[in-house]
């Protein structure tokens, strides 16, 4: 593993999975439980070219180079301060073969990229539209939770332009939004396909989704059992261990 030098305020946190380590910066954002949900949901086959726009600190390049054969990965992270700590992360690791960090905007993805050159997009976007919710006072929190810089249809609408004809969009949200994920996937041809809802304990309600679409698919969608997440305070279920590697 290479030495890297941090700076003020980040530290090195141990993904617990093939050695990894990913450097944060807590006063900026730190990934969270969607992330390695996302992780989990990925289905990927060897040799696939990986996209991840909004990348932030590249939690879901390092941790999908670890869960899949992709053959290449790349983050996209309109924040400089968030692509320069990937940057690291991925030199800390030694997988400058195999990911890529770019600093640009979601916006302009199908500008950056050639058109249909990626079997796979991922994307964990902010899910609070504006000013829902509470804003952060810190710039790049707000950034990661609040359509500031991009939007839901943004995000749909590049990931459509590069992915290949049969390439898979995977990504997760949050289910007040479902109805309106689900009218932009259709509205750019991206059919949703399998969908898995996430519940903090049995009893309630849903506060993610995952769901995969593919470019030009066909119609049929298959509707996963429910992913929960705590068998009581504190204490995962099996399933939840298993995404994290524990």
Do not use: W
Not at 8 to 15: G, K, Q
Not at 76 to 93: F, G, K
Not at 146 to 151: A, S
């Amino acid at each position: 593993m290479t030495p890297i030098e941090l700076k003020d305020n980040e530290r090195i946190d141990d993904l617990e999975r093939n050695n990894l380590k990913i450097i944060q910066n807590p006063g900026r954002f730190c990934f969270g439980m969607d992330a390695v949900l996302l992780s989990g949901f990925v289905k990927a086959r060897e040799g696939d070219h990986i996209l991840d726009l909004g990348t932030g600190t590249g939690i879901l390049p390092i941790l999908l180079s670890a869960k899949t054969k992709a053959a290449h990965l790349t983050g996209l992270e309109i924040q400089e301060e968030s692509a320069d700590m990937a940057r690291r992360s991925v030199a800390m690791n030694a997988l400058e073969d195999r990911i890529d960090i770019v600093t640009g905007d979601i916006v302009e993805a199908g500008s950056i990229f050639r058109p249909a050159s990626f079997e796979i997009v991922t994307c964990n976007p902010p899910y609070m539209i504006g000013k829902h919710g509470l804003q952060s006072e810190k710039e790049a929190m707000a950034i990661a939770r609040h359509e500031i810089l991009c939007t839901l249809e943004d995000v749909v609408r590049e990931s459509a332009r590069v992915l290949k004809s049969g390439g898979k969009l995977f990504l997760v949200h949050r289910p007040f939004r479902l109805a309106e994920l689900m009218g932009l996937l259709l509205q750019y041809h991206l059919e949703p396909k399998r969908m898995q809802l996430v519940y903090p304990f049995v009893d309630k309600e849903p506060n993610m989704v995952l769901m995969e679409a593919v470019r030009g698919g066909k119609s049929r969608m298959q509707v996963e059992k429910p992913l929960i997440i705590y068998k009581e305070p504190g204490v995962y279920m099996d399933e939840i261990y298993d995404i994290y590697g524990y």
